[in-house]
């Protein structure tokens, strides 16, 4: 009885180790659209979840993990698409739906991949996390959650 038990606690453990390594292999974000303006001190950055859970974005730093002055995540429809801009309050920004970072989830199927596949909704919600700096981005690192697990993202942004 007790070597059963044993079996089925190591069965467990190997498949607990098994599904983690397989998510943390193939972590779930999809980075699909890459904008800058001309001096480089904004971005954004479009993101999908290519995962078959929410993810959560956990915080977002720039060059040498540097925070950022501000960073929202867009949240707009794909005819609409997202916008560069270094005033998250004017008048055009705010049609674009910039929403703090820890008041949005990306739901799963929200990838590129996934919008080509299903194209007939246009309306589909996309994600762009945008960044503003006081000096020039290089590269923006995304920290998520993704069923419990966390992860960095690492942008190079081509000058």
């Given at each position: 009885?007790?070597?059963?038990?044993?079996?089925?606690?190591?069965?467990?453990?190997?498949?607990?180790?098994?599904?983690?390594?397989?998510?943390?292999?193939?972590?779930?974000?999809?980075?699909?659209?890459?904008?800058?303006?001309?001096?480089?001190?904004?971005?954004?950055?479009?993101?999908?979840?290519?995962?078959?859970?929410?993810?959560?974005?956990?915080?977002?730093?720039?060059?040498?993990?540097?925070?950022?002055?501000?960073?929202?995540?867009?949240?707009?429809?794909?005819?609409?698409?997202?916008i560069i801009t270094?005033?998250?309050?004017?008048?055009e920004a705010r049609?674009?739906?910039?929403?703090?970072?820890?008041?949005?989830?990306?739901?799963?199927?929200?990838?590129?991949?996934?919008?080509?596949?299903?194209?007939?909704?246009?309306?589909?919600?996309?994600?762009?996390?945008?960044?503003?700096?006081?000096?020039?981005?290089?590269?923006?690192?995304?920290?998520?959650?993704?069923?419990?697990?966390?992860?960095?993202?690492?942008?190079?942004?081509?000058?």
């Open positions: 009885m007790k070597k059963k038990r044993w079996i089925f606690t190591l069965i467990i453990v190997i498949a607990a180790v098994g599904f983690y390594s397989f998510i943390k292999f193939n972590p779930p974000i999809e980075v699909n659209t890459l904008g800058m303006s001309q001096s480089h001190k904004s971005v954004v950055v479009g993101i999908g979840n290519t995962g078959f859970s929410k993810m959560e974005i956990l915080n977002v730093s720039v060059n040498n993990n540097e925070k950022p002055v501000e960073a929202k995540v867009q949240v707009s429809n794909h005819s609409r698409g997202l270094e005033d998250f309050d004017s008048k049609e674009f739906g910039f929403t703090n970072i820890k008041d949005v989830t990306i739901p799963a199927r929200t990838s590129f991949s996934d919008r080509e596949k299903d194209s007939d909704n246009k309306n589909d919600k996309i994600y762009g996390i945008s960044a503003l700096h006081n000096k020039a981005i290089h590269t923006v690192y995304i920290k998520y959650r993704y069923l419990g697990i966390s992860f960095e993202e690492k942008v190079s942004i081509d000058s």
